[in-house]
């Protein structure tokens, strides 16, 4: 599998539930997707197929309608036998971990060691090594009976985690822990899983362990109501952080405004606003430079050019007018942009915004005007 090649790539999906004669649908028209290395949490209300969709892609049910890549496999199209294939590169973190009991903790991590061809020094070593990781170095001989509920997951965690895989599927994995332990484990997981650049689905209910998630995907009657990017809107956050329109934000209007923003490109030479458009959206440039033209009728002047850091489309936004500019990139840009419903949401909850912005706009109004006075925006 080439890295860029998603590690689960699910279109269309639907599944149903057959029993005497009636037929019930648990997920509908799904679409998702997961990349190489990223920790996506599917949380959502009981029943909403959460754990249907964690089971299809662990090529633990057949897929019904729809289509499923999973590390480059079309589950889709694979007999029962393939799918058993599949499933041997798939790491699982259930809650009801199965350990075997009659084997230490050691013997059910080699266990899964040996459905590779490693050799026996290697799968020693590599067992003694998670299990010590994993914080169990001193209990490796003891069976599943003599360790607590925290340390039977560490154990299940090494065995999933032992043969490297690509992608780990986790049902409420800490579901039956209490919250230190939980949150031990799910670190763990997070830790482990970054090392080896493997992706993490974890379906859980447990509100705390939600950070260590990139993305947060929540399903509800089997749809998919909304997913979130956290890096992703992390990543923005720090971005606006250091545009000087967003310095007096707060942290919590910060997240809020980064949560409606979208990463944009441009090439250069692209007009990314015209004079007499209809402005629909504020931009925040974040990379490269752009050039604003004026026409006051006696033709287009340049009136200024901004670098990263700088917003621009204000103007439009805050009179429900016309761009008064045309922008053009003057090399590749990379803009964050904000639609005029969330400027104007942003505007009336964040005094400090629209004090920010008018501010902005004055200044430039009386550059393309040569008014003293403050411009009419309503
Ligand atoms: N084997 C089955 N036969 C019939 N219906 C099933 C079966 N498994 C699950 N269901 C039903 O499908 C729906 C979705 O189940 P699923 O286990 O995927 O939900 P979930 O979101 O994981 O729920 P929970 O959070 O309670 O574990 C539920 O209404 C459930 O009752």
Request: aromatic share 6%; glycine share 8%.
């Amino acid at each position: 599998m080439s890295t860029s090649e998603p590690t689960v790539l699910a279109s269309a999906l639907n599944y149903a539930f057959s029993s005497g004669g009636s037929s019930k649908r648990v997920l509908d028209s799904v679409d998702f997707e997961m990349q190489p290395g990223e920790i996506v949490i599917v949380t959502g209300p009981s029943g909403s197929g959460k754990t249907t969709l964690l089971t299809l892609v662990g090529a633990l049910r057949s897929v019904q309608q729809g289509e499923m890549f999973v590390l480059g496999k079309p589950l889709h199209q694979l007999d029962k036998r393939s799918l058993v294939d599949v499933r041997r590169e798939i790491g699982f973190i259930f809650q009801m971990h199965n350990l075997f009991d009659a084997l230490s903790a050691f013997e059910n991590v080699k266990m899964s060691l040996e459905l590779r061809k490693y050799s026996k020094e290697y799968i020693k070593k590599r067992a003694i090594e998670l299990l010590t990781e994993l914080g169990l170095g001193e209990r490796i001989d003891y069976k599943p009976q003599a360790l607590s509920g925290g340390q039977r997951q560490r154990v299940a965690i090494a065995r999933a985690l032992a043969n490297k895989p690509q992608l780990i599927l986790a049902d409420e994995p800490t579901a039956a822990l209490d919250r230190e332990s939980g949150r031990t484990v799910v670190n763990l997981i997070q830790r482990l899983a970054k090392q080896e650049q493997s992706s993490i689905l974890l379906v859980t209910h447990d509100n705390r362990i939600l950070d260590i998630a990139d993305r947060i995907v929540t399903l509800v009657d089997g749809r998919i109501e909304s997913d979130v990017n956290l890096a992703e809107r992390l990543r923005i956050c720090e971005i606006l952080r250091q545009t000087p329109a967003f310095r007096s934000l707060t942290p919590g209007e910060l997240t809020e405004m980064a949560e409606h923003m979208q990463r944009e490109t441009f090439a250069k030479g692209d007009a990314i606003v015209r004079q007499g458009e209809i402005g629909d959206r504020l931009f925040v440039l974040q990379q490269g430079v752009v050039e604003v033209f004026h026409d006051d009728g006696d033709g287009s002047r340049s009136v200024a050019s901004l670098e990263s850091g700088n917003v621009f489309g204000e103007g439009a936004l805050l009179t429900s007018g016309e761009r008064n500019a045309t922008v053009i990139a003057q090399e590749d840009v990379s803009a964050l942009s904000l639609t005029k419903e969330s400027f104007d949401q942003a505007l009336n909850s964040s005094v400090s915004f629209n004090q920010e912005i008018l501010q902005i706009h004055f200044t430039r109004t009386n550059v393309l005007t040569g008014s003293p006075h403050p411009p009419q925006t309503s």
